[in-house]
């Protein structure tokens, strides 16, 4: 049993750095529910200006940024056409139907993605039988297919589908710090293509707490009423909003070490026999690695692993996954392909 856990199960793990909780300690703060807590206005403006949009919101988690899009942007018994992998179809604790009473239409993508033709195949008539398409739903990077990153041109096919349409279009880009980290096509570039997106601080830029959701001037006047329905409202949350801040401005770039230590932890696990990783399409920070060639199942493999001091989790019977964070360097991923080797080997 090694002395130090390597905490692989995701990068919501991560603790605040001195430098950050510095800049929460000395953080301005004020009633934010009177919108008068300059820390936070700081924050959404950054956020706002990075993703080109005319305004942000902070709000608490990533699920509500989401849910705050969907209840805003849509009416009760519409569908939304989203990712049969999405994150508001399999992790939000069935929340569209139970805040918004929307339906989902989940697609079946390849490694998260999906076409525009996927979308025109399910479009229903217009009429009394079948529900009104409200929204297209893309997320990016994509979680469960291993932090997938879109093609911008596809993303913007959905968006022209989505004006002809006339349905509203979100981004859940919770992870889209690392997808411009990793494909060097910047935020707002994604971010003109959605009408709202939002982002998470909590994750790869790892901040204490919070989210944002971002869109037109129009759209974030509703999504603070929706935000206060919610329970999300907060009042000096300066005090987190500065951890988000610092984040921001100081983490995106070193993402690409996350995205270059996946790459070697998962070219370390493929030379173990029977291990596999889809290498091809490995983009960010999130390995699934494939253990059903050597009869093993993930649950099984994780509780194992964390004897030695290695936590993961696992995305299906036999695919364990791996996120690595700010809270690891290079040491820790060697060990980790050092002790796999040892007991699998
Ligand atoms: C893609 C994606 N969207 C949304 C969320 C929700 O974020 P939160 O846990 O802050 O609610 C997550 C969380 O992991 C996520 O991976």
């Known amino acids: 049993m090694s002395s130090r856990l390597i905490d692989l199960r995701s990068d919501t793990v991560t603790k605040p750095t001195p430098e950050m909780r510095k800049a929460m300690y000395e953080a301005e703060v004020g009633d934010d529910v009177f919108a008068e807590d300059p820390t936070i206005r700081a924050l959404e403006e950054e956020v706002a200006s990075l993703l080109g949009k005319e305004a942000a919101l902070y709000v608490p988690s990533g699920t509500m940024a989401n849910q705050i899009a969907i209840n805003v942007q849509t009416k009760s018994g519409d569908e939304i056409f989203c990712e049969a992998g999405a994150h508001i179809f399999n992790y939000e604790s069935g929340a569209p139907a139970f805040l918004s009473h ?9 490694r998260g993605v999906f076409t525009r033709e996927q979308v025109e195949e399910r479009l229903r008539p217009d009429n009394d039988h079948f529900p ?24 913007r096919r959905l968006f022209e589908l989505s004006r002809e349409q006339n349905m509203a279009m ?15 096509t910047p935020e707002k570039d994604w971010a003109q293509y959605a009408d709202s997106v939002s982002v998470c601080f909590s994750k790869g830029l790892g901040a204490p707490v919070g989210s944002a959701i971002t869109g037109s001037k129009e759209f974030i006047v509703e999504a603070h009423r929706a935000r206060k329905r919610f329970g999300g409202g907060m009042r000096q949350a300066g005090i987190i909003a500065a951890g988000a801040l610092y984040a921001v401005k100081n983490h995106r770039k070193r993402l690409v070490d996350d995205h270059h230590r996946a790459k070697t932890l998962a070219e370390g696990l493929v030379e173990i026999d029977g291990f596999s990783v889809d290498l091809d399409h490995l983009s960010s920070n ?17 509780e194992t692993v964390s004897g030695e001091g290695i936590l993961v989790t696992f995305a299906g019977r036999s695919k364990v996954r791996f996120v690595t964070h700010l809270g690891l360097d290079d040491k820790d991923i060697q060990d980790t392909i050092t002790i796999l080797r040892r007991l699998y080997g």
């Open 102 to 110: 929307v339906q989902l239409h989940p697609i079946e993508g390849i």
């Open 132 to 155: 009104p398409g409200g929204m297209i739903e893309i997320e990016n990077t994509h979680n469960r297919s291993g932090g997938n990153i879109w093609q911008l041109s596809e993303v």
């Open 170 to 184: 979100h981004l859940d880009g919770a992870r889209l710090w690392n997808a411009a980290a990793a494909s060097g």
């Open 286 to 302: 999130i390995i699934i690695l494939d253990i059903a060639e050597r009869g093993l199942e993930a649950a099984r493999f994780a």
